[in-house]
């Protein structure tokens, strides 16, 4: 699948900025035509092999032509997204945020942020599992409160006892976890938080530009991931509950999940893959927030002419202060 300018037959994308379908050839916007193949073996555009198809890949760039294919098998059926959050940063907005976020850290190698190594920087819609949980909790313990106060020549010491009960009803809304093998799992918890204001019912014309996955881990799969967290934040919510007691010793907790529902949504993540001798780095930018994860090498031919350049000034600067003096 193919999305074709209707103007000029060129290979029309979605634009983060615009908000619209845009084709970078004839600059017209909206002029989108699908155009769909069941062959999942050729591109869809110029008919050359894709080779960089895998068995989770739906969407990808054609190496031959540069065209964004969308293989149409792969979002269909069961393996449809119900959600994606469309990308808002776009890749020339991305390329700004990681100058800016390491643009002026002196050691970074100079190839680093050259043009040449960030036109390798592609945008994926990362797969992710978004579970709504139900949680019941429930919760008995012994408390004190002790108050310490002088009454004529004495301190006097009072301790009041209480019995804590609390129920809470916690209804939790697209707990997030990412379904691919490619992306780190730290790595795309660190990504969020995401926006769900803007998630969208899923439209193929959203990952033309883009990469993407379908999930490659199923729902049950990933599910413990996400009660792990619900329970998380829902023994923080009844913490905040439990406040203004000297002590608390707690004599029952239960947290009960029940799950309500699960989506399978495309999330944006901006990729940057570096190479810095003989070792590659990467760098994540969320599409929707441009929150950036990564740390840059450092280039040690850099570091020793900076360290030596210091050393120089330094020494300039002591023998300054020694004339001054009139030590020598």
């Known amino acids: 699948m193919i999305f074709k300018c209707k103007n000029c037959g060129g290979n029309a994308v979605y634009h983060p900025d615009k908000k619209k379908m845009w084709c970078p050839h004839c600059d017209s916007l909206d002029s989108e035509e699908r155009l769909d193949s069941e062959n999942m073996a050729n591109c869809t555009n110029c008919g050359a092999p894709l080779e960089a198809v895998t068995e989770f890949t739906s969407a990808l760039k054609c190496s031959h032509c540069g065209a964004y294919i969308i293989l149409k098998d792969r979002v269909e059926g069961e393996k449809r997204p119900n959600l994606i959050l469309p990308f808002e940063i776009s890749k020339e907005k991305a390329v700004d945020i990681l100058k800016q976020e390491f643009g002026r850290r002196i050691l970074t190698p100079d190839s680093f942020l050259s043009y040449s190594t960030l036109e390798c920087l592609e945008g994926s819609y990362v797969p992710f599992w978004l579970y709504d949980y139900r949680a019941r909790v429930s919760y008995e313990g012994k408390a004190t409160k002790v108050r310490v106060f002088r009454s004529g020549d004495y301190e006097v010491t009072e301790t009041s006892h209480y019995q804590v009960s609390r129920k809470l009803n916690i209804d939790f809304e697209k707990i997030p976890v990412d379904a691919s093998k490619r992306m780190a799992d730290d790595i795309m918890d660190l990504m969020e938080p995401y926006e769900y204001k803007a998630l969208q ?17 199923s729902e049950a799969e990933e599910e413990e991931r996400a009660k792990v967290r619900a329970t998380k934040d829902s023994e923080s919510l009844l913490n905040e509950t439990i406040v203004g007691y000297t002590t608390c010793v707690p004599l029952h907790k239960e947290i009960n999940l029940t799950k309500t529902k699960a989506h399978f949504a495309l999330m944006p993540v901006w990729v940057y893959r570096y190479q810095f001798r003989g070792k590659e780095y990467l760098y994540h930018v969320n599409g929707q927030t441009g929150k950036v994860i990564g740390k840059t090498p450092t280039d040690k031919r850099k570091a020793w002419i900076y360290s030596g350049t210091v050393a120089v000034m330094a020494g300039m600067i002591w023998q300054s202060i020694c004339w001054i003096l009139g030590v020598f």
């Open 201 to 217: 019912n899923f439209e193929e014309k959203y990952m033309s530009g883009f990469q993407g996955e379908v999930v490659n881990f």
